[in-house]
């Protein structure tokens, strides 16, 4: 069938920067999906002043971890970003990889002592700025314009061909083994994406970025237009985060979580695979709009998801949506990035996001605190969040436009 054949670009450097991808995206769904049900778990002795319901205090600890991560991220990543500068885009990968082996072997170490997922929520907000922007550039680099919705459609098809599977395999271990062993698991194959980054060609960037060409940047309607955006997908990203959080509390079980969310990943495949080229050749809005609709509204109906077959449909219904809409939003955002000043530009993107996290988690800790309808009050937030995301603009040349 015609939909389902599209060229993406199989150069040198695109090659080992999949294979780093798909090496850590591996041993990241291994373990993604269930740290925050790992960090509900976990018991902080201080909490226990505070004389908080077990479940509240579960949240209060996701909260904090994620909140300590992404406030590091963001005063951080204007520093990364000038060592980036300094020692050029290759080292990015390295230092993100390496990075996220230590953020890894802290998890480890924390199932017996819980104090250090803190330790392993600051080195992980360093890793995000090291690999992250090295990655986003070195693919805007290396995708012609033509071929960059093709690009994103390839990795996220692979991407989703790992995530049918990681997901069941994370919840058999975890329930089996445990996380120690899950932890172990994901840290041998992280190694894997060490090796190819090491096999990329450098990049010397010229560039220059500061706080103040930051907050020049926020002054301009179309970058803070384009900021919304971001923040909107991450309101999405972290709902998803906490929506595996209410299903494990729903269903009660690890291993059902990862089965469940893996076959709803099975349907989604094959969209993946074919909406990037057609994305690069039908550029309209109307599916993206469509798409967001849809997305929206499947968060509202989260709020009636009580059972197993009802979590499956949803999860399968949005997956499916999704694998077009997020195709178009990365390629809108990664495309503009093409320029004289993309360093710039994608280090204030993941500021932008860090930002948001921080809000976002602390609107997380406030809701379950005082209301009693948090769950859905998430769901809300999440569907505004799609919405936001439809405020995304592709431009028609190659330059960073803010």
């Given amino acids: 069938m015609p939909i389902f054949r599209f060229s993406f670009q199989k150069t040198k450097n695109l090659k080992y920067l999949y294979a780093t991808r798909l090496t850590r995206e591996l041993s990241n769904q291994l373990m993604f999906f269930f740290l925050p049900i790992y ?3 976990l018991r902080f002795p201080f909490m226990s ?25 963001f005063l951080s990543g204007i ?73 994103l459609g390839f990795i996220n098809f692979l991407l989703n061909l790992l995530s049918m599977v990681a997901p069941a395999l994370g919840g058999l271990i975890v329930a089996s083994l445990g996380f ?36 020049t940047w926020l002054k301009e309607p179309g970058f803070r237009r384009l900021s919304l955006s971001f923040a909107g997908r991450y309101f999405n990203d972290a709902s998803i985060n906490l929506w595996a959080l209410y299903m494990f509390i729903l269903l009660g079980s690890t291993k059902a979580v990862g089965y469940f969310y893996s076959l709803s990943l099975f349907l989604a495949l094959f969209v993946s695979y074919a909406a990037g080229s057609f994305i690069d050749k039908n550029k309209g809005h109307k599916q993206f709009f469509i798409s967001g609709s849809f997305l929206s509204f499947f968060w509202i109906l989260r709020s009636f998801a009580v059972n197993i077959w009802s979590i499956t449909v949803l999860n399968a219904a949005d997956k499916l949506t999704a694998s077009y809409h997020w195709l178009f939003f990365d390629r809108s955002w990664i495309l503009r990035g093409k ?63 803010i």
Avoid at 192 to 211: A, T
């Fill in 39 to 41: 960090f509900f778990k």
């Fill in 49 to 73: 002043h505070f004389g908080l319901s077990p479940l509240k205090e579960g949240i209060f600890n996701v909260a904090i971890v994620y909140l300590l991560t992404y406030l590091v991220s």
């Fill in 79 to 151: 520093l990364i970003a000038k060592i980036l500068l300094k020692h050029g885009i290759k080292n990015g990968f390295l230092m993100g990889n390496l990075f996220y082996c230590l953020f890894i072997l802290y998890l480890y170490f924390s199932v017996d002592n819980p104090y250090l997922v803190l330790t392993a929520a600051v080195i992980d907000g360093l890793q995000i700025n090291f690999f992250w922007n090295s990655y986003y550039y070195y693919l805007s680099k290396n995708s012609s314009e033509t071929k960059i919705g093709a690009n």
């Fill in 180 to 215: 120690k062993t899950l932890f172990l698991l994901s840290l041998v194959i992280i190694l894997g994406g060490v090796i190819f980054s090491l096999l990329l060609d450098d990049i010397k960037v010229k560039d220059k970025i500061s706080f103040k060409e930051f907050f």
């Fill in 339 to 401: 320029g004289r000043e993309a360093l710039s530009y994608f280090v204030y993107r993941e500021m932008i996001y860090s930002f948001t996290a921080i809000i976002f988690w602390l609107v997380v800790a406030a809701l379950f605190y005082f209301f009693v309808t948090a769950w859905q009050s998430l769901f809300v937030i999440a569907a505004v969040g799609v919405l936001l995301t439809l405020l995304i603009k592709e431009h028609k040349d190659a330059e960073v436009q």
